[in-house]
């Protein structure tokens, strides 16, 4: 991208372009920090629907001045094949302006007017989640996202459906995980829809990188966001409030790639074998959980590395309790089945200077299958974490057992994606 901006900044400051950027991510706020950072002036518009049905990115299109789809694939790392592209004259040339994506208008979430079938109350759905900010001057509240998720789910269930209502739906849950109203299921639900999308189409590019945001290191083609960073520390220095990231960055997604197959790095003792650490059976400590697989189950040749998975583990605590962080961090002890494999079976989770914090904590890791064809698989732990109760409560050592399940869909049909389909990628 700072390679196409640096061509059209010259036509831009001539008056003979203007930029309009659509970024496919699943958080606008990241795309906001990176421009920012970059200095970028031209609006983004913001498509984690991905509506424009992209294949791949990053990608431009000429539009001309009555606002007319002239050209698919412009060459934008050139100035002078830019300024072909403005100098043409197209007043002669008849040409249909492009339709837009059929039902996901402003007036279908502003009305709520759609046709009767399932299809267009998917539309309606997406729709809803897309502007209703911008009709209401707020986030969608708990009844828009159930609303939407039942439009949406209702025709991405049927048979013969649209396989983007797949990763409509995926999209629309990772949308209420990250809000105010997210339940504990959405996370997993979002990854298994994306990767349903992904079984029918595994060359979408965009659907394929939706899941590596999350997924093991063996399945990305390179870090996604290990720039953020960098970005605040510098926009700091000059001087400027960083864009706010307003979702915590996991693990996975500063992760570079690799092509280590993970495996037991040290032998770790398990902190209570008999079990003696009373268990957390108030749910004081909500304990979510989600797996993103290796992509590669989606292709036609699966290939060893890709039964990996990379497990999500969230803490959440409740309402009157806080950490006790005077009497250390927060623990997980992780228990594979026979012929798996993980780096370590004991994860410290990183402990905040302040004595009393309520802040949720995160940890995610890598979990590997036995040789040969993917298998699922049970991968179960106890959280340990010191916890107090009310401001000047009793503080106590609690444990609490989780498990999570790795199921293992049948690998698609369709033909392998052997990276990479354009230069820089979905986040870059």
Request: with cysteine.
């Amino acid at each position: 991208m700072p390679v196409w901006y640096a061509a059209a900044k010259p036509l831009i400051e001539e008056g003979l372009l203007r930029v309009v950027g659509i970024t496919q991510e699943q958080h606008p706020d990241r795309c906001e920090l990176y421009a920012q950072w970059q200095g970028y002036d031209f609006p983004i518009l913001w498509d984690p629907f991905n509506l424009t049905q992209s294949t791949a990115v990053p990608m431009a299109m000429g539009v001309d001045g009555a606002g007319v789809l002239r050209d698919r694939r412009v060459d934008a790392r050139s100035t002078d094949k830019l300024r072909a592209f403005t100098n043409k004259d197209w007043i002669h040339d008849v040409v249909s302006p492009a339709q837009p994506y059929p039902g996901v208008t402003l007036e279908v979430a502003r009305t709520g007017v759609h046709g009767r079938n399932l299809n267009s109350a998917r539309q309606a759905g997406v729709a809803l989640l897309l502007f209703h900010r911008v009709l209401h001057g707020t986030p969608p509240d708990a009844k828009v996202f159930e609303t939407s998720l039942l439009k949406i789910g209702g025709y991405a269930g049927m048979e013969g459906a649209a396989v983007d209502a797949r990763f409509h739906l995926g999209v629309a849950h990772r949308l209420r995980y990250d809000s105010e109203h997210s339940q504990g299921s959405d996370f997993q639900a979002s990854l298994d829809a994306w990767l349903g999308a992904l079984l029918e189409n595994p060359g979408q590019y965009i659907w394929r990188r939706r899941i590596q945001q999350w997924g093991p290191r063996l399945d990305k083609p390179y870090p996604f966001y290990d720039w953020v960073a960098t970005a605040q520390a510098e926009l700091t220095e000059r001087g400027e409030t960083p864009v706010v990231v307003r979702v915590p960055l996991t693990g996975s997604e500063v992760a570079g790639s690799t092509k280590e197959i993970p495996l037991r790095e040290q032998e770790d003792l398990d902190p209570d074998p008999k079990g003696r650490t009373p268990r957390d059976t108030r749910g004081l400590v909500t304990i979510e959980s989600a797996a993103a697989l290796h992509t590669g189950i989606a292709s036609k040749r699966v290939r060893e590395p890709a039964g990996t998975a990379r497990i999500h583990l969230v803490l959440k605590p409740g309402k009157n309790v806080h950490w006790g962080n005077e009497a250390g961090p927060a623990t997980i002890w992780v228990e594979v089945p026979e012929g798996w494999n993980v780096r370590r079976q004991l994860w410290t989770l990183p402990l905040p200077e302040e004595v009393s914090t309520s802040e949720v904590r995160r940890i995610d890791f890598e979990v590997r299958p036995p040789l040969g064809p993917p298998t699922p698989g049970t991968i179960r732990g106890v959280a340990y974490y010191p916890l107090c109760e009310g401001e000047d409560g009793t503080c106590n050592l609690w444990a609490q057992p989780f498990e999570v399940t790795i199921p293992l869909p049948d690998p698609g049909d369709g033909d392998d994606d052997d990276e990479d389909d354009e230069d820089g990628g979905a986040d870059r």
